[in-house]
């Protein structure tokens, strides 16, 4: 499986402030995924960014608050924009597998606090 | 819409004990995947499970797809204190191609040693 990365591990930022987190593979992938995982909760999707296109966002997360780019096929960033404490969570990045269509492998994930 | 339940939410065992979870959804699945977490970790995969029926085993860790293809069951034999975590299962959204998951709610696993 792919290895991935993210910067930084973890960050607390003031309100109002962005923050933006890196994922980067050590392979070419088609496709990427954004999810926030809220303190003893589980996954939520944010959005699926493929190289070349903009990211599809899931109901409730739009683009102005967490914009997303992916220049490369090994690479993504996703901003967390404007920043509240109700942003404090973890964000993770996956990656598809190339053995099964659903299969995905995690970064090791960024640790937000807003204070 | 879709969702996955799983049980029991948590579980406090004594070292060496099996455990057993499961998930359960109110539609189809056409594929189980089994995830565990580790505190301050990203989610690994441990097991995928595709066919109905099927059960495929990752050291002491087993898995089924139920028959319905509306569950799945994780097993974990003589556990060990390593086997703390928390443990989620997925499986495909049924909107398209987009290769998007659903994920249970997991099931928080402690182990006394």
């Known amino acids: 499986s792919a290895v991935i990365s993210q910067k930084p591990s973890r960050d607390i930022c003031q309100r109002g402030t962005s923050l933006t987190i890196q994922c980067q593979v050590d392979?070419?992938?088609?496709?990427m995924f954004w999810y926030r995982q809220q303190p003893g909760q589980s996954l939520t999707l944010i959005a699926t960014?493929?190289?070349?296109?903009?990211?599809?966002?899931e109901s409730g997360f739009v683009i102005d608050k967490f914009p997303i780019s992916r220049p490369n096929l090994t690479f993504s960033t996703l901003t967390v924009s404007n920043m509240s404490p109700e942003d404090s969570s973890i964000y993770l990045c996956s990656v598809n597998g190339d053995r099964g269509v659903y299969e995905q492998y995690f970064g090791p994930g960024t640790r937000l606090t807003v204070t | 819409g879709q969702q996955l339940n799983q049980s029991p939410q948590s579980m406090f065992i004594q070292e060496g004990e099996d455990v057993s979870m499961n998930c359960t959804s109110s539609?189809?699945?056409?594929?189980w995947l089994w995830y565990k977490q580790d505190p301050g970790e990203g989610p690994v995969l441990l097991i995928a499970?595709?066919?109905a029926g099927e059960l495929t085993s990752n050291g002491r860790l087993t898995a089924q797809f139920g028959i319905t293809r509306k569950d799945s069951f994780l097993n974990i034999s003589a556990s060990i204190p390593s086997d703390v975590g928390i443990y989620f299962c997925a499986g495909p959204h049924n909107a398209g191609n987009n290769r998007k998951l659903i994920w249970g709610l997991g099931t928080s696993l402690a182990v006394n040693p």
């Open positions: 392979s070419q992938v088609t496709m």
């Open positions: 539609s189809i699945f056409n594929t």
């Open positions: 499970l595709y066919k």
């Open positions: 960014a493929n190289q070349g296109s903009e990211a599809t966002y």
